[in-house]
């Protein structure tokens, strides 16, 4: 079992930033597929980006150039940097760390954080 929680959501304005974090607990971190993901209202829950425990990463074309996704394995952490927010950006923001045992995946959650942008 993984627990995650997040903190960093906040109320910012369009062009400002945000760095989200997420802890998780338990001794496997090195292992897991660390991603963020969001839910805007009345949306679904959509890929933002993900990182590997070999540090590939991905991100959704709408954030690429200004989100920075990263992983400190020694502090069970993962992070998402947001820059040049814009009000389409505005989503909760959930962390999600996926474990794979042989072909079968295993995700956990973590409660989310809202993001709001607005002027």
């Known amino acids: 079992q993984v627990q995650l929680v997040e903190s960093g959501g906040g109320l910012v304005q369009p062009g400002g930033s945000l760095r989200l974090s997420c802890v998780a607990s338990g001794r496997i971190f090195s292992r897991l597929v660390m991603g963020w993901y969001r839910q805007a209202p009345g949306k679904q829950r959509e890929l933002v980006a993900h990182i590997t425990s070999s540090d590939y990463i991905d991100y959704a074309d709408s954030v690429k150039g200004r989100f920075t996704i990263s992983r400190d394995n020694a502090k069970n952490t993962v992070s998402l940097q947001m820059n040049s927010l814009q009000p389409e950006d505005t989503a909760v923001y959930y962390c999600?760390?996926?474990?794979?045992?042989?072909?079968?995946?295993?995700?956990?959650w973590g409660q989310g954080t809202q993001v709001t942008v607005s002027s």
């Open positions: 999600n760390a996926r474990l794979w045992v042989l072909s079968e995946t295993y995700d956990y």
